[in-house]
């Protein structure tokens, strides 16, 4: 009896201890971000078109305005930008902009980065400075190029750039504004433009303008931050923050025991099959987004280049099952780039249906003999994307198309997407519904482009979108463009996703959002 009673008092302390544990867990002073993509670098200057890249670096060097969740612009770095000939644009630097080391954010320092984004040697080619005055058209400037005409500092806190063609204002924001995180060029300048590609010191810069600088990260798991208690807006009420890179299905195993406090929702992919899970768990609120993440299948018309081929490849897919099945119903099927969370988006374009004998009748007429096998690139942190992808190579394989799923991490398929060498590409890409021209623009820029396609009209209609701020106007001319798009398909929307975000009741002030998830995250509190 003795030795009963002994080992069931062991037992009870040892739970005792790890309920304790438990708790403080639960009330740890850190708060886990949970992201599904990998990333590639915290280099401002080596910033790709992933929203992790993005939002990890804009964490410590803010961009002169970003979108929030409302679709508004709202000033970061910047307070005002504007214009009156769609040609020149000037940005005024908040007066009470400075770095954590006291030095004031200036024009010179926006300057400066705005050079070096557009350094031959930096050779960025995500980031093309191409559409101002003084840049070549291939998005470079001369090596070393400390002036250009068409980026002029006015004064201390004003810069103006200058644009070859007319650009809207709109434009000019979402494409420059929000990926221009400048860079304290008191600090760096010292670096030259190849050692600025390898400098340890973005990794753990001692000098930011944002919230939170870098304290320790592993690409492939986590960057952890400290608040900047010097930071200009306010310090942090959160002092440790973590960026957790996890697959999606860790995600719902994190919100119910608490190691994740927060998604968000183009970073943080959470599985179809788990959203009935996350929406039971008392610990959490869901939100769900604005129908604005594009499952888009590029398809590069060098490899693919009759355009029979590529619409037979959505008529075999049947994507209503697909978006009921796999994702609950919670999104939309549309062609073409805009969604109806865009308020340019015209409902008279029917998606094509799913309409198997006409995809082999399209075939057949194409010349279509079956022996090519497709080389189909997908993001292996997309665990939905990665169902549907075997979905559609099977009903694929029904009307005669051979292709071979290949899964890679997000970092690995941006590289891939730098070339040709594939000729399928899926990407999760979230088209600003208030411009979504930069994007739609390079996408369908011709050679070089994820899809190698170019159209005059297209081209047109995209260049006459920058002339009108006629809400109406634009409509039209998005309308030809996804008109088009459904005609020739350079690529398709697989679905269009309401994505889910979940937050920890812990948390007060931190709402997932498409748009603005951190644009005040120094206001995010523990309960």
């Given at each position: ?46 910033l ?9 670096t804009?964490?410590?060097f ?15 770095l ?17 007066e009470?902009?400075?770095w ?24 960025n ?10 840049v070549?058209d ?8 400390d ?17 070859k063609y007319?650009?809207?204002?709109t ?6 504004a ?51 208690t ?30 994740i406090?927060?998604?968000q ?7 179809q ?32 280049p ?12 049947d994507?209503?099952?697909i ?9 939309e099927i549309v062609?073409?780039?805009?969604s109806?969370?865009s ?6 374009i029917?998606?094509?249906?799913y ?14 003999d079956?022996?090519q ?10 665990s ?26 997000f970092a690995t ?7 040709s ?9 979230t ?18 482009s ?10 047109a ?10 809400i109406?106007?634009?409509?039209q ?34 709402v997932?959002?498409?748009y603005?998830?951190f644009n ?8």
């Amino acid at each position: 009896m003795k030795k009963v009673l002994g080992i069931l008092l062991a037992l009870i302390l040892m739970m005792t201890s790890l309920a304790g544990c438990a708790g403080n867990a639960a009330a740890s002073d850190t708060v886990n971000v949970g992201v599904t993509d990998t990333l590639g670098s915290l280099n401002p200057l080596l910033l790709n078109g992933g929203e992790i890249n993005k939002y990890a670096t804009g964490l410590m060097f803010l961009p002169l305005m970003e979108l929030g969740a409302d679709l508004g612009f709202e000033g970061q770095l910047a307070d005002s930008i504007t214009t009156e000939d769609n040609l020149n644009f000037i940005v005024h630097i908040d007066e009470d902009a400075v770095w954590s080391d006291g030095e004031p954010v200036t024009a010179e320092d926006v300057e400066y980065t705005a050079l070096r984004l557009a350094s031959p040697v930096i050779n960025n080619t995500a980031m093309m400075y191409y559409a101002f005055v003084g840049v070549g058209d291939d998005g470079f400037v001369e090596e070393g190029a400390d002036k250009i005409e068409g980026i002029q500092v006015i004064d201390e806190k004003t810069i103006q750039f200058t644009t070859k063609y007319p650009m809207a204002l709109t434009t000019f924001q979402n494409t420059y504004a929000r990926y221009l995180l400048t860079l304290p060029k008191h600090k760096i300048e010292g670096f030259s433009e190849a050692e600025l590609l390898t400098a340890e010191w973005f990794n753990q810069p001692d000098v930011v303008s944002g919230p939170y600088l870098v304290t320790d990260y592993d690409f492939d798991h986590y960057i952890s931050y400290e608040a900047n208690t010097n930071y200009w807006k306010g310090a942090p009420k959160i002092d440790k923050l973590n960026i957790r890179i996890v697959e999606g299905s860790q995600l719902y195993a994190g919100l119910q025991s608490g190691e994740i406090d927060i998604t968000q929702h183009t970073m943080s992919v959470i599985p179809q099959e788990d959203y009935a899970s996350v929406e039971e768990l008392e610990n959490v609120q869901v939100v769900y987004g604005a129908p604005v993440t594009n499952q888009s299948v590029f398809i590069q018309t060098q490899n693919i280049p009759d355009s029979q081929v590529r619409q037979a490849m959505i008529y075999a897919i049947d994507r209503e099952k697909i978006l009921s099945d796999l994702l609950n119903g919670k999104g939309e099927i549309v062609d073409g780039f805009l969604s109806s969370a865009s308020p340019f988006f015209d409902p008279s374009i029917e998606p094509l249906p799913y309409d198997p004998e006409k995809a082999r009748e399209l075939l057949a007429e194409a010349g279509w003999d079956g022996s090519q096998v497709l080389r189909f690139y997908v993001n292996s942190g997309d665990s939905t994307f990665v169902n549907a992808a075997s979905v559609m190579v099977a009903q694929w394989a029904e009307v005669g198309i051979q292709a071979e799923i290949m899964t890679v991490d997000f970092a690995t398929l941006m590289s891939i997407s730098g070339s040709s060498e594939y000729d399928i590409l899926a990407v999760q890409y979230t088209y600003a519904p208030v411009d979504p021209y930069p994007d739609v623009s390079w996408l369908l820029s011709g050679e070089g482009s994820w899809t190698g396609y170019g159209n005059d009209e297209i081209n047109a209609a995209l260049e006459n979108t920058q002339t009108t701020s006629d809400i109406e106007a634009i409509k039209q001319l998005y309308s030809t463009v996804d008109k088009k798009v459904q005609e020739d398909v350079p690529m398709f929307s697989a679905y269009v996703i309401s994505a889910q975000g979940a937050v920890n009741n812990r948390l007060s002030n931190a709402v997932p959002t498409v748009y603005g998830f951190f644009n005040q995250v120094e206001n995010w509190e523990i309960n």
